[in-house]
């Protein structure tokens, strides 16, 4: 469950990229350092247990309700004892005791506003699945929601129109995400060649998938832009490599 304080009113209970920004600065969350790109595959594995997405989220009439004016939340805001983590929700600041928030707090910031159906996939899934090597990859929330949903457009989220099914998202510390062989090929249709490989290979490497899984998750994705390299790439994908360089070289001297 998204944690709470109070009793908060929350604002809502083939694939193309509806919108995908970060803008240079009003950054609705701050990244802490240790969110830094993970080049070595047995750490990525390790990221998830790092995460514990206990900060409590409030939305502005909470806030209001404890006393605090517009002015006081910006003030608050400017002095980093309060983050805005989405449209309308806050967190705890890094100047807060318990502050900043980490991953798993923006993740339940971004499914708190966004329709029923969204999952967690792409990068962000990657992350929590464990072969999250993706460069600037916890910059936005990335959700996927099904081909026609309405989607608002938000600057701290990376929303994806999809007509695959999810496969029965899977429940990965406590959120809906698409499943490791499903992320695992959507970025390796997606990405560039030299980021999608070491994807692949860090999803190997950790035992998240097979290469069996990988295989049999292709044929979902024939009609979809970038399979033929989802399916060059999985031909080559290996779990030996231990970090991003390596796979890389191997893939520039094919």
């Keep these: 469950p998204i944690p709470q304080l109070g ?15 970060w803008p240079a600065t009003g950054a609705p969350a701050r990244i802490p350092a240790s969110s830094a790109l993970v080049d070595l595959y047995d750490d990525a594995a390790q990221f998830p ?5 206990d900060l409590p989220l409030m939305t502005i ?5 404890r006393g605090l004016s517009t002015g006081a939340i910006q003030w608050r805001t400017g002095k980093g004892r309060l983050q805005r983590l989405s449209h309308g929700l806050y967190g705890p600041g890094a100047g807060s005791a318990t502050g900043p928030a980490d991953l798993l707090d923006r ?5 708190a506003v966004a329709p029923p159906r969204a999952v967690v996939s792409h990068q962000t899934a990657a992350l929590l699945h464990g072969f999250g090597v993706v460069p600037g990859g916890l910059y936005a929330i990335h959700l996927t929601v099904p081909a026609g949903t309405p ?3 938000r600057p701290e989220i990376a929303a994806h129109q999809t007509t695959l099914t999810a496969g029965g998202p899977v429940v990965r510390l406590g959120v809906p995400c698409t499943p490791t062989a499903r992320t695992a090929i959507d970025l390796a249709r997606r990405l560039r060649r030299l980021d999608a490989l070491p994807v692949l290979d860090a999803a190997l490497r950790c035992g998240a998938v097979t290469l069996e899984d990988l295989v049999l998750e292709l044929p979902r994705h024939d009609s979809l832009r970038g399979v033929r390299q989802a399916r060059e790439l999985v031909g080559l994908a290996d779990p030996r490599p231990e970090c991003r360089q390596e796979s890389q070289l191997r893939l520039r001297l094919q």
């Design 61 to 65: 009439e909470e806030l209001r309700q």
């Design 7 to 21: 009793t908060p009113r929350w604002l809502s209970t083939g694939t193309s990229v509806i919108h995908r920004s």
């Design 107 to 111: 993740i339940h910031a971004a499914l």
């Design 151 to 153: 989607f608002p457009q």
């Design 49 to 53: 247990a790092r995460l514990t997405g």
